[in-house]
């Protein structure tokens, strides 16, 4: 029976804990300075991972992240949040940003692709693109102002499938929630989700054209807010993602020049 609670318990082990755990990685202290990072969903875990890293080498200073789809993060940053650090998976966004002087020059730090991900076991019978158009599988994708949403919509019109998707999704994260949890056939998530759901989702190619991978491809780029209310350490942790490679390739992440 699709969507047991057998996936669901996969998922909340794989990925809704990562989400709830956010990165902050040490309780606060009486004395401790807190950054808080603005940052794509698909970044919760590589984000924690880093956060704790920098927690380990500045005692005395906590990270604070906050993950959500981008269009989310960037609506903060226009209201004004008192944030540090903004992470997101657009670049056009993020230079809107720096034009209106509400960040810094944003840094490219990591790249990433778009992936059909299916349900552990493929009970739809997925096997290339064309089977979401099926009238029998229930694809999920990102709402259209996601990054996620706007690439699969790329995707599909390069490759000239017509995909009728059941739910749009405000998040990466919550597409490879109800994915792994079996609420659907198939979903559109970044490569990275995948890895993360540790066998709860696994990945169908996309058909060789170069146009459709191209449609597929996000750069993430990460900058210091305008107002942030800890500039020097807002920084640091900016230096410490960009030296972060070791960490962010194991999660399944490229980098600026390095995928051709």
């Known amino acids: 029976m699709r969507g047991s609670g ?3 318990g996969v998922l909340a082990g794989a990925l809704a804990l990562t989400l709830l755990a956010g990165c902050a990685a040490s309780p606060a202290r ?9 940052a794509a969903a698909s970044l919760t875990g590589t984000f924690t991972t880093i956060a704790a890293d920098f927690e380990a080498a500045h005692p005395g200073v906590r990270v604070r992240c906050s993950f959500d789809g981008s269009p989310t993060l960037v609506t903060q940053v226009e209201q004004g949040a008192p944030a540090d650090v903004v992470a997101l998976a657009d670049t056009a966004t993020a230079d809107r940003l720096a034009r209106d002087g509400l960040i810094a020059t944003p840094t490219i730090f990591a790249t990433n692709d778009l992936v059909i991900a299916v349900p552990s076991g493929n009970p739809g019978h997925i096997a290339t693109l064309d089977d979401l158009a099926r009238p029998d599988v229930r694809t999920l994708v990102c709402a259209p102002a996601v990054p996620c ?20 999704e405000q998040s990466v994260l919550a597409v490879a929630t109800k994915v792994a949890a079996g609420e659907a056939d198939a979903g559109l998530v970044y490569r990275t989700d995948v890895l993360a759901a540790s066998g709860a989702l696994a990945a169908v190619p996309w058909p060789p054209d170069p146009a459709v991978t191209h449609a597929a491809h996000t750069t993430y780029p990460i900058a210091v807010l305008a107002g942030a209310p800890h500039p020097a350490w807002a920084a640091a942790f900016v230096d410490a993602v960009l030296g972060s490679r070791t960490t962010l390739a194991a999660a399944g992440f490229e980098f600026p020049g390095a995928d051709g």
């Open 6 to 8: 057998q996936g669901r």
């Open 30 to 38: 009486a004395s401790t300075t807190t950054i808080t990072v603005l």
């Open 149 to 168: 949403g706007a690439a699969a919509a790329a995707a599909f019109a390069a490759a000239g499938v017509d995909v009728h998707p059941v739910s749009q």
